[in-house]
């Protein structure tokens, strides 16, 4: 089965400033692997995917993150967070054909002036 | 526009009165899911959809059921809620891999 570990509930940041949230995965083969984010005013949307092929993946709103095999990582990164960047953000693995999909519990992004 | 619809946005009900949440999508996607998110777990997948007539069990399906007989619907069905299955309910839709659109949530309390 697979799972999925955001180490950090709560990260703040300044504006401006350079963001990496963190994600590792556990899943014996080739994972599919996404980025939501969730805030007030914009329900759960989907940032990035990566299914296959590059293993950097850009996504909507500057985002991109990137798959690493090795680590069993899939970090999510912005150069320059914006204060509407504030929400929290999930991390998720699916498996098999397509839609076992599981999500981590999720790190909550404060921006500060 | 591209939607996904859930009915009732917010519900407060009693332990083992059977209720049913709607979840409609205008997009002719074939994948939809059903998801739950409580404080500190994330969302966890209750049931997704493959196809008309195609479902199957996510992560927590313990006293949900679902049916898929038209492709724009996918509702979930508590027969006999529970105060655990208190909870906020996402419905998803897609083209391909992964949930994709999100409804906007369904709060239920069961007291």
């Known amino acids: 089965a697979q799972s999925v570990t955001q180490p950090d509930i709560h990260i703040t940041v300044s504006e401006g400033a350079s963001l990496e949230l963190r994600c590792n995965y556990s899943y014996g083969a080739t994972p599919y692997l996404f980025w939501y984010v969730q805030s007030p005013g914009q329900g759960l949307q989907l940032l990035l995917k990566y299914f296959s092929g590059d293993t950097l993946v850009q996504g909507i709103k500057g985002f991109e993150a990137e798959f690493k095999r090795s680590q069993s990582s899939f970090n999510l990164r912005k150069p320059s967070v914006h204060w509407s960047d504030a929400a929290e953000y999930f991390c998720?693995?699916?498996?098999?054909?397509?839609?076992?999909?599981?999500f981590g519990t999720g790190t909550k992004l404060q921006v500060i002036p | 526009e591209a939607q996904v619809t859930q009915n009732p946005r917010y519900l407060i009900t009693v332990t083992g009165k059977k209720l049913t949440v709607t979840c409609s999508q205008n997009?002719?996607?074939?994948?939809m899911s059903w998801y739950r998110q409580d404080p500190g777990l994330g969302l966890r997948q209750i049931y997704y959809?493959?196809?008309?007539?195609?479902?199957d069990k996510g992560d927590v399906p313990e006293g949900y059921k679902v049916s898929r007989k038209e492709k724009r619907n996918f509702p979930l069905i508590l027969e006999s809620p529970s105060p655990n299955q208190t909870s906020l309910y996402f419905c998803a839709s897609s083209l391909e891999k992964g949930p994709q659109h999100f409804g906007d949530g369904t709060r239920l309390s069961i007291l």
């Open positions: 998720a693995v699916g498996a098999g054909g397509y839609q076992k999909v599981t």
């Open positions: 997009m002719n996607h074939e994948y």
């Open positions: 959809s493959m196809n008309v007539e195609v479902t």
